[in-house]
């Protein structure tokens, strides 16, 4: 199975800044696609933004922007302008697009956002 | 629009008991998964299903049995509950599996096997 990496299990940015939250992955595929997936203290597992492998032009919504290194196999995300309801464990997934059906997760990275 | 609704929202049970966590989703997803969410392991999958009356096992199947006879519910069941498997669990559904199709999540459920 793919190996996700989240290398830092917190992270702290002070409002309005911006901060970037790291994950690698290990695969030997060529055709994947990665997410970054928002968990707040309600639970509900929110999208954040989703890459597809093959397209080398980083994913961006608004305030939260991907930078994808396919070579690298590192795939951070990027917070801009940092709001206190960005406050949440953050996940990082992978996913085989041609076999298997899992999304594979990091271990999460807790971001707290101080005013 | 209700999407992805768990139940129960918590549940306390005790070792060697039968339990069953709902599912349900109004998108009529071809797709839907069990996920469970332990501290220091993000989410691993548990099972899936790519239609009804078809499901297959994910990374941790043992100790849990699934059945999908709707296309909406995807129900897990622990037929004996031991206390490894608390934790909290999720349910996820997808119209496809093999795209960039986003899987969107249900709240959760709580478990705790005492």
């Known amino acids: 199975a793919q190996t996700v990496t989240q290398s830092q299990p917190e992270m702290s940015v002070q409002e309005a800044e911006t901060v970037t939250l790291s994950c690698t992955y290990d695969t030997s595929e060529s055709d994947y696609y990665l997410f970054w997936y928002k968990q707040p203290p309600s639970r509900q597992m929110i999208l954040v933004i989703r890459?597809?492998?093959?397209?080398?032009q980083n994913a961006t919504e608004n305030r939260f922007s991907v930078n994808f290194q396919k070579a690298a196999k590192s795939f951070s995300l990027k917070i801009s302008d940092s709001q206190l309801g960005d406050a949440a464990m953050y996940f990082c997934?992978?996913?085989?697009?041609?076999?298997?059906?899992?999304?594979?997760f990091g271990k999460g990275t807790s971001l707290l956002v101080t005013p | 629009d209700a999407g992805i609704t768990q139940s129960p929202r918590y549940k306390i049970t005790e070792t060697g008991r039968q339990v069953t966590l709902m599912c349900h989703q109004t998108w009529s997803h071809s797709y839907m998964f069990w996920y469970r969410q332990d501290l220091g392991h993000g989410l691993r999958l548990i099972y899936y299903?790519?239609?009804?009356?078809?499901?297959d096992k994910g990374e941790v199947p043992d100790g849990y049995v699934v059945s999908r006879s709707k296309t909406e519910n995807f129900p897990l069941t622990l037929e004996s509950a031991t206390r490894s498997q608390t934790s909290v669990y999720f349910c996820?559904?997808?119209?496809?599996?093999?795209?960039?199709?986003?899987?969107?999540f249900g709240p959760g459920t709580r478990l705790t096997v005492l």
């Open positions: 996820a559904s997808s119209e496809l599996a093999v795209s960039i199709d986003t899987q969107y």
């Open positions: 997934a992978y996913r085989s697009a041609n076999s298997g059906y899992a999304l594979n």
């Open positions: 299903s790519a239609a009804a009356d078809i499901t």
């Open positions: 890459q597809e492998a093959y397209k080398q």
